[in-house]
């Protein structure tokens, strides 16, 4: 018989709001989901409820996966696209993180940028790809550049908003203790938004991947999106697939990467 007056922390439930789920449930409930997705998957294209030609049977989808990295160097393509993804990234993370850090932190930066920045966000980065092309070329920083104004001005928004959620009550304490008005935003502010700034990176690495897909269907010879769009006008769907697969683990790679720094770097939080 339970006691009357013992409470029992909603917190601890897996199916209370906010609760809690142990690594090894987490784990079975990922597989899952995954084998769901794979099971539906080949029991309507085995069962020939769609056509073959526009949905190929998982194992089809294999045999072009082995033709693919035997004959057709898709290593090659996988190289090259991480490497304009990665490029692009890095190069929108070192100008976003501080100039969005300063748009965070002091009004009139983020009157001078913002606008501007939230004006620019909205502009399809596709609808660059012309203009890249005749200013730039159709070389690697042509596609590096389509990557570069997809991410950095959501990027740059992202670690500004990131900045504002440090605690007002954590800025006027460190004054209280002796901080300098010139140091509060190095030694409170980027510390305490790291962690929230790391997540945005994160979220963004995943858009880039989008977006260099794109780049690479236009003036490319090499890429994921280059062999995904050959093969769309080859008819070969089972390409197309293997490559969706790619970039999709690709992702969760990166995604557990950044995951696992999260909480290398911070344990408190």
Not at 48 to 68: C, H, K, R, W, Y
Not at 86 to 108: D, E, N
Not at 243 to 261: E, N, Q, S
Request: with cysteine; glycine share 6%; aromatic share 10%.
């Amino acid at each position: 018989m339970k006691h009357p007056n013992k409470r029992v922390d909603a917190t601890t439930s897996a199916l209370a709001p906010q609760g809690k789920l142990s690594r090894n449930v987490y784990v079975v409930l990922a597989v899952v989901s995954f084998a769901a997705v794979f099971a539906v998957w080949a029991l309507i294209t085995n069962l020939g409820l769609v056509n073959a030609d526009f949905m190929p049977t998982p194992q089809a989808t294999v045999q072009s996966a082995i033709e693919l990295f035997t004959e057709q160097h898709f290593l090659e393509d996988i190289r090259v696209s991480t490497y304009r993804v990665l490029m692009g990234f890095l190069i929108s993370a070192v100008i976003a993180v501080p100039v969005g850090l300063l748009v965070g932190a002091y009004a009139p930066v983020n009157a001078l940028i913002e606008p501007l920045m939230s004006f620019i966000r909205y502009l399809p980065a596709t609808a660059f790809i012309p203009l890249f092309i005749l200013w730039i070329g159709i070389d690697e920083s042509e596609k590096i550049a389509v990557i570069i104004m997809g991410s950095l001005p959501q990027l740059l928004l992202m670690v500004a908003v990131d900045t504002q959620k440090v605690p007002h009550d954590l800025v006027e304490v460190s004054y209280t203790l002796g901080t300098k008005r010139s140091l509060v935003l190095w030694k409170v502010i980027l510390p305490a938004s790291l962690p929230y700034i790391l997540d945005s990176l994160r979220m963004i690495l995943g858009w880039a991947w989008t977006y260099v897909v794109v780049a690479e269907m236009v003036g490319a010879s090499s890429g994921i999106g280059y062999m995904m769009i050959q093969s769309e006008r080859m008819m070969v769907v089972g390409n197309i697939f293997v490559g969706l697969l790619a970039i999709g683990l690709l992702g969760l790679v990166f995604d557990c990467l950044f995951k696992l720094l999260d909480k290398l770097l911070f344990r408190w939080k």
